[in-house]
Protein backbone atom coordinates (compact mmCIF):
# COMPACT_ATOMS: atom_id res chain seq x y z
CA UNK A 1 0.00 0.00 0.00
CA UNK A 2 1.71 3.34 -1.14
CA UNK A 3 1.45 5.81 1.90
CA UNK A 4 1.65 9.66 0.75
CA UNK A 5 1.47 12.89 2.61
CA UNK A 6 -1.70 14.59 2.51
CA UNK A 7 -1.31 18.11 3.94
CA UNK A 8 1.15 19.79 5.79
CA UNK A 9 0.56 22.48 8.77
CA UNK A 10 2.39 24.50 11.27
CA UNK A 11 1.10 26.77 14.07
CA UNK A 12 3.64 30.15 14.14
CA UNK A 13 2.14 31.17 17.33
CA UNK A 14 0.79 28.37 19.66
CA UNK A 15 -3.09 28.26 20.47
CA UNK A 16 -3.45 30.56 17.38
CA UNK A 17 -4.66 29.45 13.46
CA UNK A 18 -3.20 27.02 11.74
CA UNK A 19 -1.08 27.52 8.36
CA UNK A 20 -1.40 25.10 6.17
CA UNK A 21 2.14 24.68 3.56
CA UNK A 22 2.40 23.25 0.27
CA UNK A 23 6.71 22.46 1.22
CA UNK A 24 7.64 22.50 4.33
CA UNK A 25 11.62 22.03 5.98
CA UNK A 26 11.74 19.98 8.41
CA UNK A 27 15.15 20.76 10.62
CA UNK A 28 17.44 17.95 11.45
CA UNK A 29 17.13 17.59 14.79
CA UNK A 30 14.70 19.89 15.33
CA UNK A 31 11.11 20.44 13.86
CA UNK A 32 8.97 21.88 11.35
CA UNK A 33 10.73 25.11 10.39
CA UNK A 34 8.58 28.19 11.94
CA UNK A 35 6.46 25.64 14.27
CA UNK A 36 5.44 27.00 17.79
CA UNK A 37 7.86 29.70 17.44
CA UNK A 38 5.92 32.34 18.94
CA UNK A 39 3.69 32.39 21.99
CA UNK A 40 1.33 33.82 24.46
CA UNK A 41 1.76 34.21 27.82
CA UNK A 42 0.89 35.53 31.04
CA UNK A 43 2.65 39.00 31.40
CA UNK A 44 3.66 38.06 35.24
CA UNK A 45 4.73 34.92 34.35
CA UNK A 46 6.94 35.26 31.34
CA UNK A 47 8.07 38.63 33.07
CA UNK A 48 9.50 36.58 35.88
CA UNK A 49 10.95 34.44 33.42
CA UNK A 50 12.90 36.36 31.02
CA UNK A 51 12.46 39.94 32.70
CA UNK A 52 11.82 42.36 29.76
CA UNK A 53 13.49 40.29 26.99
CA UNK A 54 10.75 38.89 24.28
CA UNK A 55 12.86 36.19 23.43
CA UNK A 56 12.71 33.28 26.28
CA UNK A 57 13.26 30.00 26.96
CA UNK A 58 10.73 27.20 26.87
CA UNK A 59 7.92 27.96 29.76
CA UNK A 60 5.66 25.61 31.54
CA UNK A 61 2.39 25.18 30.48
CA UNK A 62 0.54 27.08 33.29
CA UNK A 63 2.63 30.47 32.16
CA UNK A 64 1.40 30.33 28.41
CA UNK A 65 -2.21 31.04 27.55
CA UNK A 66 -3.39 27.60 25.57
CA UNK A 67 -6.46 26.57 23.56
CA UNK A 68 -7.51 24.64 26.31
CA UNK A 69 -7.84 27.24 28.39
CA UNK A 70 -9.17 30.09 26.82
CA UNK A 71 -11.18 28.02 23.48
CA UNK A 72 -12.31 31.44 21.98
CA UNK A 73 -8.88 32.01 20.58
CA UNK A 74 -10.56 29.73 17.90
CA UNK A 75 -12.93 32.34 16.96
CA UNK A 76 -10.25 34.28 15.92
CA UNK A 77 -8.40 33.82 12.52
CA UNK A 78 -4.54 34.71 12.41
CA UNK A 79 -2.44 34.73 9.25
CA UNK A 80 1.50 34.94 9.61
CA UNK A 81 3.15 36.42 6.66
CA UNK A 82 6.81 34.89 6.59
CA UNK A 83 8.95 37.43 4.84
CA UNK A 84 7.09 40.49 7.26
CA UNK A 85 7.16 38.04 10.07
CA UNK A 86 3.60 39.78 10.61
CA UNK A 87 0.76 38.38 12.07
CA UNK A 88 -2.81 40.04 11.33
CA UNK A 89 -5.75 39.11 13.46
CA UNK A 90 -9.35 38.68 12.12
CA UNK A 91 -12.58 38.32 14.47
CA UNK A 92 -15.77 38.15 12.27
CA UNK A 93 -14.54 38.31 8.75
CA UNK A 94 -12.96 42.03 9.63
CA UNK A 95 -9.29 42.81 10.63
CA UNK A 96 -9.09 44.00 14.22
CA UNK A 97 -5.22 43.87 14.49
CA UNK A 98 -1.82 43.65 12.74
CA UNK A 99 2.06 43.95 13.82
CA UNK A 100 5.68 42.76 13.43
CA UNK A 101 6.00 39.85 15.92
CA UNK A 102 9.84 40.55 15.90
CA UNK A 103 9.54 44.32 16.73
CA UNK A 104 8.24 45.96 20.04
CA UNK A 105 6.40 48.46 18.28
CA UNK A 106 4.09 45.60 16.40
CA UNK A 107 4.06 42.85 19.47
CA UNK A 108 2.73 45.98 21.75
CA UNK A 109 -0.04 46.37 19.16
CA UNK A 110 -1.08 42.50 19.22
CA UNK A 111 -0.80 42.56 23.22
CA UNK A 112 -3.36 45.59 22.78
CA UNK A 113 -6.21 43.68 21.27
CA UNK A 114 -5.15 40.76 22.89
CA UNK A 115 -5.55 42.06 26.48
CA UNK A 116 -8.97 43.34 25.40
CA UNK A 117 -9.65 39.68 23.98
CA UNK A 118 -8.43 38.10 27.09
CA UNK A 119 -8.95 40.37 29.59
CA UNK A 120 -10.42 37.45 31.81
CA UNK A 121 -8.06 35.27 30.96
CA UNK A 122 -4.43 36.37 30.97
CA UNK A 123 -2.60 36.77 34.24
CA UNK A 124 -0.57 40.35 34.07
CA UNK A 125 -1.55 40.99 30.51
CA UNK A 126 -0.93 39.09 27.71
CA UNK A 127 2.61 39.31 26.34
CA UNK A 128 3.80 37.87 23.10
CA UNK A 129 7.28 35.51 23.81
CA UNK A 130 9.43 34.21 20.87
CA UNK A 131 11.32 30.99 21.64
CA UNK A 132 15.25 30.96 21.83
CA UNK A 133 16.83 28.99 18.73
CA UNK A 134 16.53 25.65 18.68
CA UNK A 135 13.96 25.44 21.55
CA UNK A 136 9.79 25.69 20.49
CA UNK A 137 6.55 26.21 22.51
CA UNK A 138 5.08 22.88 21.22
CA UNK A 139 3.09 20.84 23.77
CA UNK A 140 5.73 18.28 23.25
CA UNK A 141 9.34 19.03 24.97
CA UNK A 142 11.60 16.64 22.56
CA UNK A 143 11.97 18.44 19.53
CA UNK A 144 10.22 16.64 16.19
CA UNK A 145 7.14 16.67 14.04
CA UNK A 146 3.71 15.53 14.81
CA UNK A 147 2.44 13.01 12.51
CA UNK A 148 -1.39 12.13 12.56
CA UNK A 149 -2.91 9.37 10.04
CA UNK A 150 -6.38 10.61 8.16
CA UNK A 151 -7.77 6.96 8.58
CA UNK A 152 -7.29 7.23 12.39
CA UNK A 153 -8.93 10.53 12.22
CA UNK A 154 -12.01 9.39 10.19
CA UNK A 155 -12.10 6.15 13.31
CA UNK A 156 -12.05 9.00 15.57
CA UNK A 157 -15.18 10.20 13.99
CA UNK A 158 -16.96 6.96 14.19
CA UNK A 159 -16.44 6.44 18.23
CA UNK A 160 -17.64 10.55 18.79
CA UNK A 161 -20.69 9.98 16.44
CA UNK A 162 -19.67 13.93 14.75
CA UNK A 163 -17.39 14.67 11.72
CA UNK A 164 -13.83 15.80 13.19
CA UNK A 165 -10.99 18.38 11.65
CA UNK A 166 -7.93 16.98 11.68
CA UNK A 167 -6.72 20.54 12.68
CA UNK A 168 -8.49 19.89 16.06
CA UNK A 169 -5.30 18.10 16.58
CA UNK A 170 -2.02 20.47 15.79
CA UNK A 171 -0.41 17.98 14.13
CA UNK A 172 2.52 18.89 11.30
CA UNK A 173 2.03 15.75 8.79
CA UNK A 174 -1.25 14.47 7.57
CA UNK A 175 -0.78 11.03 5.79
CA UNK A 176 -3.26 8.74 3.74
CA UNK A 177 -3.04 5.32 3.34
CA UNK A 178 -2.26 3.59 6.42
CA UNK A 179 -4.77 1.27 8.17
CA UNK A 180 -6.52 2.95 11.19
CA UNK A 181 -3.81 3.30 13.96
CA UNK A 182 -1.13 1.54 12.24
CA UNK A 183 0.83 4.86 13.31
CA UNK A 184 0.73 3.76 16.49
CA UNK A 185 3.13 0.21 15.76
CA UNK A 186 5.78 2.99 13.73
CA UNK A 187 7.13 3.36 17.10
CA UNK A 188 11.31 2.76 16.94
CA UNK A 189 10.58 2.52 13.08
CA UNK A 190 12.57 4.90 10.92
CA UNK A 191 10.04 6.58 8.09
CA UNK A 192 11.65 7.91 4.85
CA UNK A 193 9.94 10.44 2.22
CA UNK A 194 10.51 10.86 -0.78
CA UNK A 195 9.02 13.25 -4.01
CA UNK A 196 6.36 11.62 -5.67
CA UNK A 197 7.24 9.10 -8.17
CA UNK A 198 10.33 7.73 -6.09
CA UNK A 199 12.98 10.61 -6.16
CA UNK A 200 13.90 12.02 -3.09
CA UNK A 201 12.54 14.84 -1.44
CA UNK A 202 14.66 18.38 -2.00
CA UNK A 203 17.59 18.20 0.99
CA UNK A 204 20.23 20.85 0.80
CA UNK A 205 23.85 18.81 0.70
CA UNK A 206 22.42 16.15 -1.27
CA UNK A 207 19.89 13.72 -2.70
CA UNK A 208 19.12 11.64 0.42
CA UNK A 209 15.38 11.01 1.45
CA UNK A 210 14.25 12.95 4.69
CA UNK A 211 14.35 10.65 7.28
CA UNK A 212 12.79 10.51 10.49
CA UNK A 213 12.25 8.34 13.15
CA UNK A 214 8.88 7.63 15.63
CA UNK A 215 9.93 8.09 18.95
CA UNK A 216 6.67 7.94 20.54
CA UNK A 217 2.68 7.84 20.27
CA UNK A 218 0.84 10.87 21.63
CA UNK A 219 -1.33 11.41 24.52
CA UNK A 220 -4.81 12.96 22.74
CA UNK A 221 -4.86 16.46 23.93
CA UNK A 222 -7.78 18.57 25.74
CA UNK A 223 -7.51 20.99 22.65
CA UNK A 224 -8.73 18.72 20.47
CA UNK A 225 -11.85 18.92 22.18
CA UNK A 226 -12.17 22.79 21.04
CA UNK A 227 -14.00 23.31 17.59
CA UNK A 228 -11.57 25.10 15.49
CA UNK A 229 -14.22 26.71 13.77
CA UNK A 230 -16.56 27.33 16.67
CA UNK A 231 -14.81 27.96 19.59
CA UNK A 232 -16.45 25.33 21.09
CA UNK A 233 -15.62 22.58 23.67
CA UNK A 234 -17.99 20.22 21.88
CA UNK A 235 -16.02 16.56 22.46
CA UNK A 236 -15.01 14.45 25.26
CA UNK A 237 -12.29 12.86 22.49
CA UNK A 238 -10.65 11.34 26.14
CA UNK A 239 -13.77 9.80 27.66
CA UNK A 240 -15.21 8.67 23.52
CA UNK A 241 -11.78 7.05 22.64
CA UNK A 242 -11.11 5.26 25.80
CA UNK A 243 -14.54 3.83 25.72
CA UNK A 244 -14.85 3.36 21.83
CA UNK A 245 -11.07 2.39 21.15
CA UNK A 246 -9.47 1.56 24.60
CA UNK A 247 -6.81 4.04 24.44
CA UNK A 248 -6.48 7.56 24.11
CA UNK A 249 -3.25 8.09 22.28
CA UNK A 250 -3.73 10.03 18.55
CA UNK A 251 -0.46 10.51 16.50
CA UNK A 252 3.17 10.04 16.73
CA UNK A 253 6.01 12.38 17.57
CA UNK A 254 8.78 11.79 15.16
CA UNK A 255 12.65 12.79 15.30
CA UNK A 256 14.13 14.37 12.20
CA UNK A 257 17.17 12.54 11.77
CA UNK A 258 17.98 13.75 8.18
CA UNK A 259 15.97 17.32 7.40
CA UNK A 260 15.24 18.73 3.99
CA UNK A 261 12.01 20.30 2.12
CA UNK A 262 8.79 17.90 2.23
CA UNK A 263 5.66 18.62 -0.33
CA UNK A 264 2.05 17.53 -0.09
CA UNK A 265 2.01 14.16 -1.90
CA UNK A 266 5.10 12.83 -1.59
CA UNK A 267 5.73 9.04 -1.04
CA UNK A 268 6.15 8.02 2.94
CA UNK A 269 8.14 4.47 3.42
CA UNK A 270 7.90 3.05 6.97
CA UNK A 271 11.03 0.59 7.52
Do not use: Y
Not at 234 to 250: C, E, P, S, V
Amino acid sequence: MTLHIAALCRFPVKALSPQPLEHAVLETGGGMQGDHVFALAHGAASRAAGGGDAVIGRLPRTSLITLSDCPKLATLRTRFIDQLNVMTVERGGRQVARGDLTQPVGRAMLEDFFGAFLKETARGGPRIVIAKPGETFANHETPGVVLINRASVADIERVAGKPVDPTRFRANVLIDGPQPWQELDWVGHTIRITAAGGQPSSISGGPRPVTLRVREAMPVHPAAEVNPETGEVDLNLDKAMKQGLGHDHFGVLCEVVDGGTVTTGDTVMVE
